[in-house]
């Protein structure tokens, strides 16, 4: 089974940063979206960026101006990159394509946990 692999979570105080990278495989094509959603314990998996393969960009409202998802320069590789992080950040997080024909990968998450 095909399957994402993301890496970079951990724990890091308010205000710290931390990037996420996800390792997409080869063989998946014809990418048409690239995000990263994170679920919170007792709460919904929410969206927090997304990457067209045109490049546009979309946030969710409570990580604009902090978080920059990109994609490497090969089809491979999908970022996000964190600031100013907050304790309602902590969550796990999820890397997520999407091909043109609509089928979804996801990969099996990250710990992101932000306290002091």
């Known amino acids: 089974q095909v399957q994402l692999v993301e890496s970079g979570g951990g724990l890091v105080q308010p205000g710290g940063s931390l990037r996420l990278s996800c390792a997409v495989p080869?063989?998946?094509?014809?990418?048409?979206?690239r995000s990263w959603y994170r679920q919170a314990p007792g709460k919904e998996r929410e969206l927090v960026a997304r990457?067209?393969?045109?490049?546009?960009?979309k946030y969710a409202d409570s990580v604009k101006g902090r978080f920059t998802i990109s994609r490497g320069n090969v089809n491979n590789m999908v970022y996000l990159q964190m600031n100013s992080l907050k304790s309602e950040d902590t969550a796990v997080y999820y890397c997520n394509i999407q091909t043109i024909t609509g089928y979804k990968y996801w990969g099996q998450g990250t710990q992101v946990t932000v306290s002091s």
């Open positions: 080869i063989s998946i094509l014809n990418i048409n979206v």
């Open positions: 990457i067209s393969s045109g490049g546009s960009t």
